[in-house]
């Protein structure tokens, strides 16, 4: 059975960081690539930063500079440090595992059940 357990959300002000981790199993970690989209309310899920397998990492525009997408095959985890944040970033975060990350979410990949930050003073 696959999970991906998300963890590290919370409420969090202006200028302020999280760290998120998505916690794999089920799967050979190592060889799926990996992605944390996020959801905000009356949205579309949208693509936030993915990382292959190789460690190669791309990032949406709203996010390069403030967010690092990073992985730890011996732990089979993976995360998100969300820097400098704004309430543009409040939205429900989920990571998802696949051969290969798409803009669009993919009804076939593996996903987390999400995990909310919310960014307010």
């Known amino acids: 059975q696959v999970q991906l357990v998300e963890s590290g959300g919370g409420l969090v002000q202006p200028g302020g960081s999280l760290t998120l981790s998505c916690v794999v199993s089920g799967i050979i970690f190592k060889i799926y690539s990996m992605g944390w989209y996020r959801q905000a309310p009356g949205k579309q899920r949208e693509l936030v930063a993915d990382i292959n397998s190789g460690g190669m990492t791309n990032y949406a525009d709203s996010v390069k500079g403030r967010f690092t997408i990073s992985r730890d095959n011996d732990k089979n985890t993976v995360y998100l440090q969300l820097n400098s944040l704004n309430s543009e970033d409040t939205a429900v975060y989920y990571c998802?595992?696949?051969?290969?990350?798409?803009?669009?979410?993919?009804?076939?990949?593996?996903w987390g059940q999400g995990t909310q930050v919310t960014v307010s003073s």
């Open positions: 998802a595992a696949d051969w290969i990350i798409l803009p669009t979410p993919h009804k076939d990949a593996y």
